[in-house]
């Protein structure tokens, strides 16, 4: 048979070098640590500056139809800080947009190329807005207006209204992609910082985490579906525990 002359663009690039500053963008509380949490632990392990940023307040993250939203949306402010500092975040912005009703505009645009003016991140990571079948509304949003968001923050003519100068940073990593391109491995240490994170957020044990809060059964059983989903990404590959992104030069 021929050989396929463009056979090399489907391998997957190598590890990025450990980056100076990470911007990361999750549409509620969790999605971060869900998306990067491994990668994020592995990178502030050895010296990097992660800063999160949270797009809405979570307050429609729960199956209790008696729930009170501004007490969840508290509760899950105060879990997203717990669950950053695991992963050794430097800090966390709250966007506080509400859950479930997220809208594109170039307001929207506007805040998230102001973050990525203001905090000179190397690396970017969201959402892929192009996975298919995505369900949740908000995150299709969020990553769309991150991507755009880059372009913004790169290009001088673009909201000349921060007085701020532009800043491109040198990769854009987004998770839950169909067609990844780029792996990052999951230490062993960093996949349990990972899962220590997603622990954090107790509000969303029954809706996302399988009651990993029930029992010291149900928290191990979280575990073990976490590390094995992290096999899973890394045996795409021929590797072993992995986060995996589609990888986006600015």
């Not at 923050?153 to 990593?173: N, V």
Request: with cysteine.
């Amino acid at each position: 048979m021929p050989k396929n002359l463009y056979e090399h663009l489907a391998e997957p690039r190598p590890p990025l070098e450990t980056p100076g500053r990470v911007l990361a963008f999750g549409a509620h509380p969790d999605d971060i640590e869900f998306g990067a949490g491994a990668t994020i632990a592995r990178w502030t392990e050895a010296g990097t500056t992660a800063v999160f940023a949270i797009v809405t307040d979570g307050s429609k993250g729960t199956w209790d139809p008696d729930a009170e939203p501004r007490v969840l949306a508290a509760e899950r402010r105060s879990e997203a800080e717990e669950g950053a500092t695991m992963l050794g975040a430097y800090s966390v912005a709250f966007l506080d947009r509400v859950d479930g009703e997220l809208e594109y505009s170039m307001e929207l645009r506007g805040e998230i190329a102001l973050l990525i003016r203001q905090h000179h991140p190397d690396i970017v990571l969201s959402h892929d807005p192009w996975q298919r079948y995505q369900l949740h509304p908000d995150h299709r949003v969020t990553g769309l207006a991150v991507v755009d968001g880059v372009v913004a923050a790169r290009d001088p003519h673009f909201f000349p209204e921060h007085g701020l100068a532009p800043h491109r940073p040198t990769a854009l990593l987004l998770w839950s992609a169909d067609e990844p391109d780029h792996i990052e491995p999951a230490t062993e240490e960093a996949l349990q910082r990972k899962i220590d994170a997603l622990l954090c957020h107790a509000s969303q044990a029954e809706t996302t985490m399988g009651d990993s809060h029930r029992d010291g059964a149900g928290r191990d059983g979280f575990a073990a579906r976490i590390a094995s989903w992290s096999e899973e990404q890394g045996a795409r590959f021929g590797v072993g525990a992995a986060e995996t992104f589609k990888r986006i030069t600015p």
